[in-house]
């Protein structure tokens, strides 16, 4: 199975909305990062936050991590249309190796 | 030019054929991955090279064969292709942005198998 869990499988806002992105994992992690996937395109890289973190900032982007529960959230705040995408967590397990096990993601849909 | 390019970017095969995709980077990165995506689900690793000399099985690996010819080169091998392989397959590479590590993707390549 897989290491991380994304919640909601689906999510339609309107403009101007927040969206908010929840991942839940099941082993120790050194860092977790969420990705970005225009249909059928490649990911690209939003954000990492490390185990030590708590919360980052990028933008409008909002990380947060708790590692007792072990789940992160991520926040898109004033959504656009242009956010359409699907979202995916990916979690180092590798000590730092770069080696990411990602979710099944989360896609977003935002109406003008 | 896109730092990760992959090659063909669409393909279709009969089933029992040996295909190969291939992946090239210019970002010098040392890492590289092979994944692929089913509709509905996340990437899954295939294949992983941490540099030249270092192959390491992923966690899908069966059926699946790589090789990695020279630092910016990295291709998967479908050995004898089966219908459940059709699925769409992404090159990464590994690298730092800053501090961060990150990974960094081609454009993928849609394999469907007949």
């Known amino acids: 199975s897989q290491q991380g869990e994304e919640d909601p499988q689906a999510l339609s806002i309107q403009e101007g909305e927040n969206a908010t992105m929840n991942c839940s994992y099941k082993?120790?992690?050194?860092?977790l990062q969420w990705y970005r996937q225009n249909s059928g395109r490649g990911l690209v890289h939003l954000i990492l936050?490390?185990?030590?973190?708590r919360e980052k900032h990028s933008g409008r982007l909002r990380v947060t991590l708790d590692t007792s529960k072990k789940s992160s959230s991520l926040l898109i705040t004033a959504s656009r249309a242009a956010d359409t995408a699907s979202y995916f967590c990916?979690?180092?397990?590798?000590?730092?190796?770069?080696?990411?096990?990602f979710g099944a993601g989360t896609r977003l849909a935002v109406h003008p | 030019d896109a730092d990760v390019t992959q090659t063909p970017r669409n393909r279709i095969t009969k089933t029992g054929k040996r295909i190969m995709l291939e992946c090239s980077q210019t970002?010098?990165?040392?890492?590289m991955y092979w994944y692929r995506q089913d509709p509905g689900l996340g990437l899954r690793l295939i294949y992983y090279?941490?540099?030249?000399?270092?192959?390491n099985k992923g966690e899908i690996s069966d059926g699946y064969s790589v090789s990695r010819q020279a630092q910016a080169k990295f291709s998967l091998s479908l050995e004898s292709a089966i219908p459940n392989q059709t699925a769409l397959y992404f090159c990464?590479?590994?690298?730092?942005?800053?501090?961060?590590?990150?990974?960094?993707f081609g454009p993928g390549t849609r394999l469907l198998v007949l």
């Open positions: 990464a590479t590994g690298g730092r942005a800053g501090a961060q590590e990150t990974q960094y």
């Open positions: 936050i490390r185990s030590n973190e």
């Open positions: 082993t120790s992690i050194n860092n």
């Open positions: 970002k010098g990165h040392d890492r």
């Open positions: 990916a979690t180092d397990v590798s000590g730092g190796y770069n080696k990411l096990i």
């Open positions: 090279s941490f540099d030249v000399k270092d192959i």
